[in-house]
T-cell receptor, first 110, second 114 residues
C-alpha cells in the first residue's frame, strides 16, 4: 500500500461547480499535512496547510480526519484558473521527509 | 520573495556521462531536497540535506550522489547517466528546525538521457 494515495482523476467539472478531493495516508503517526498545486510543466506550489480543526482560504477548504486517516480539499465556485494537479503532502513524525501523493488532476470547463 | 533556481531547464545527455544538476536558494534555508517526478509515480525523494555537508538518502538514491559545500547550493550528481534516469528533477528548500514548513521548489530540470 502506498504511504499517500490520491485518485488521479481527471475530475472534469463546469465553472461554478463545487469539487472535492480526498487523500488517504497510511501512517497514523503523521504529523503535518499540506495541499500543493502544480500547473502543467511548472513546479509545485503550496496551496494551503491542513490543520486539525480544518481551515479555509477563500474558496478553498481543507479538512483532516485523523480517525480515518485522510485529508480533503473542497473547492467552491470553481474557476477555469483552478485547472491544475493537486498534490497531497504528508510528513511523518520524526522525519524530514515530505511524502507526496501522485496528484489529482482537475479540469474546470467553460 | 523566496527564489530557488536550477542551472538548466532542459538537458540532454548521453548514456554513461557524468551529469551535474545545480540548485541555489536565496533564503538562507537549512533544508534542501532533490526529487524526481515521473508520470504516475509522483515526486520521489532522491536525497536531502539538513545542513552544510550533511546529507541523507531518500527513497531512490541509487545512481545518484549529492554535494552541499555551501548553505545555498545543493548539487545532484548522476555518476553515470542511464536512460532510466530520464525524468523531471525538482529541487526544493525549507527553513530549518522543523519539517513543517512550506517547501519552495525550483522550476525543474527536464533531463533526457539518450
Amino acid at each position: 500500500r502506498k504511504e499517500v494515495e490520491q485518485d488521479p482523476g481527471p475530475f472534469n467539472v463546469p465553472e461554478g461547480a463545487t469539487v472535492a478531493f480526498n487523500c488517504t495516508y497510511s501512517n497514523s503517526a503523521s504529523q503535518s499535512f499540506f495541499w500543493y498545486r502544480q500547473d502543467c510543466r511548472k513546479e509545485p506550489k503550496l496551496l494551503m496547510s491542513v490543520y486539525s480543526s480544518g481551515n479555509e482560504d477563500g474558496r478553498f477548504t481543507a479538512q483532516l480526519n485523523r480517525a480515518s486517516q485522510y485529508i480533503s480539499l473542497l473547492i467552491r465556485d470553481s474557476k477555469l484558473s483552478d485547472s491544475a494537479t493537486y498534490l497531497c503532502v504528508v510528513i511523518f513524525s520524526g522525519t524530514y521527509k515530505y511524502i507526496f501523493g501522485t496528484g489529482t488532476r482537475l479540469k474546470v470547463l467553460a | 520573495d523566496v527564489k530557488v533556481t536550477q542551472s538548466s531547464r532542459y538537458l540532454v545527455k548521453r548514456t554513461g556521462e557524468k551529469v551535474f544538476l545545480e540548485c541555489v536558494q536565496d533564503m538562507d534555508h537549512e533544508n534542501m531536497f532533490w526529487y524526481r517526478q515521473d508520470p504516475g509515480l509522483g515526486l520521489r525523494l532522491i536525497y536531502f540535506s539538513y545542513d552544510v555537508k550533511m546529507k541523507e538518502k531518500g527513497d531512490i538514491p541509487e545512481g545518484y550522489s549529492v554535494s552541499r559545500e555551501k548553505k545555498e547550493r545543493f548539487s545532484l550528481i548522476l555518476e553515470s547517466a542511464s536512460t532510466n534516469q530520464t525524468s523531471m528533477y525538482l529541487c526544493a528548500s525549507t527553513a530549518g528546525g522543523t519539517v513543517s514548513y512550506e517547501q519552495y521548489f525550483g522550476p525543474g530540470t527536464r533531463l533526457t538521457v539518450t
